[in-house]
């Protein structure tokens, strides 16, 4: 096999070692998931925010091949509709990702269909971010490379003829380091999928879309590992953000005689914060769902939502996005239900009415004269030196 002279570092041994801060890290992520995982969400919710990070997922894995479809654009093609002639191709792109995403998570989250990684695995899905691609896609969707590649005029990935043997090997070597079949803690399954991308990175078994591959892979290993569906697209966004260091990362692995140690490091960092940013969007919605109740609960205990000036003053204290502060003529435009109800009434009215809220201590008024839900009631047991910070 020519690439064990020409690839050493292709090695299919353990060459990476975990330090403090490392374990500290999966220590973080592992509480992160759970709190993610145990936090009520309702379904709409929930549908919502899986949409959105399926969008910035399909963004995040073909922008870093060069698609320059936008987060709009992605959104359009996520609801079925068509892009403008001159971007068919990156539609197609971008479809292949969204489609095998959602027929993965499915796979795992709603059949609990889980399988060891195998050669056929693979090709299936480079199958699916592939098909009905064309003469655009240099490679035949789900068939191994059958010519040399050099990728960027930087790195000559290993020659054809060793393609079968090396995603052989590979597998069998994940069988047995990774051990899924015989039990699998989280913190080995965290890193069988970030070195698992690695080396489909590093052999590079097709003519074209092994990023995609390698990325689809991590996602499911991911998924498999536990992580919820709505958090698993994290490391593809990480490494579209960092795209640089991504590939700067990449190379120092092959460099180095194959350590991944650092790739390792960088790639949990980027887990860890994008698990926080997800943590952090579930407990928006649970201080959202809390206000809205404890608003409700305060007009209809009080007196009932009846008059004019009370169900004003419901839907402006609503109608205050939690994480923002409005001066006072914002509040009139805060939605449309406001404009509404404050149409042909004075600044006075809108004076009084939030004047009643802060009385009420709904509202508080800040110290730049600006105006906000007063949420932090229901947030005041708090450590003040914790307040407004990550909590993991």
């Known amino acids: 096999m020519k690439y064990k002279e020409t690839h050493r570092f292709i090695s299919f041994e353990k060459r990476w070692t975990l330090s403090d801060?490392?374990?500290?890290?999966?220590?973080?992520?592992?509480s992160l998931i759970k709190a993610i995982s145990s936090t009520p969400l309702m379904p709409k919710y929930r549908k919502k925010i899986y949409a959105i990070n399926l969008i910035k997922g399909a963004l995040a894995t073909t922008a870093i091949e060069g698609n320059t479809l936008?987060?709009?654009?992605?959104?359009l093609v996520q609801e079925g509709k068509s892009l403008p002639i001159s971007k068919h191709y990156?539609?197609?792109?971008?479809?292949?990702?969204?489609?095998?995403?959602?027929?993965?998570?499915?796979?795992?989250?709603?059949?609990?269909?889980?399988?060891?990684?195998?050669?056929?695995?693979?090709?299936?899905?480079?199958?699916?971010?592939?098909?009905?691609?064309?003469v655009n896609f240099q490679a035949i969707p789900g068939q191994f490379r059958k010519s040399n590649v050099t990728v960027g005029n930087v790195y000559k990935a290993p020659e054809s003829n060793d393609i079968d043997y090396l995603i052989k090997q590979f597998c069998d070597w994940s069988r047995n380091e990774f051990h899924y079949e015989k039990g699998q803690n989280f913190s080995t399954a965290i890193i069988q999928a970030i070195v698992s991308h690695v080396y489909i990175a590093w052999i590079h078994p097709f003519g074209d879309g092994n990023g995609r591959t390698a990325r689809l892979l991590e996602f499911y290993l991911l998924l498999r590992a536990g992580v919820p569906d709505i958090a698993s697209h994290i490391l593809s966004n990480f490494y579209n953000s960092t795209r640089n260091e991504y590939y700067r990362q990449l190379a120092e692995t092959s460099l180095n005689g194959g350590n991944l140690t650092n790739f390792i490091n960088y790639a949990l960092q980027g887990f860890k914060d994008g698990l926080q940013e997800v943590f952090n969007i579930v407990n928006q919605n649970q201080l959202d769902l809390a206000w809205k109740n404890y608003v409700n609960e305060f007009f209809h205990s009080d007196k009932g939502i009846t008059g004019p000036a009370t169900r004003r003053q419901h839907s402006l204290v609503l109608s205050m996005n939690l994480d923002r502060e409005f001066a006072f003529e914002e509040l009139f435009e805060a939605n449309e239900l406001i404009?509404?109800?404050?149409?042909?009434?004075?600044?006075?009215?809108?004076?009084?009415?939030?004047?009643?809220?802060?009385?009420s201590n709904l509202v508080v008024k800040t110290k730049n004269d600006k105006f906000k839900a007063n949420s932090e009631l229901l947030t005041g047991s708090l450590p003040g030196s914790l307040k407004g910070k990550d909590l993991v």
């Open 339 to 359: 404009r509404i109800q404050y149409t042909g009434r004075s600044k006075r009215t809108l004076s009084r009415d939030v004047e009643f809220l802060i009385e």
């Open 70 to 75: 936008s987060e709009d654009e992605i959104r």
């Open 21 to 30: 801060d490392a374990w500290f890290k999966l220590g973080q992520s592992k």
């Open 90 to 134: 990156m539609e197609l792109e971008v479809k292949n990702v969204l489609d095998a995403l959602n027929l993965l998570r499915d796979r795992i989250v709603e059949l609990n269909r889980t399988q060891l990684i195998d050669s056929d695995l693979i090709k299936e899905f480079h199958h699916l971010i592939g098909k009905d691609l064309g």
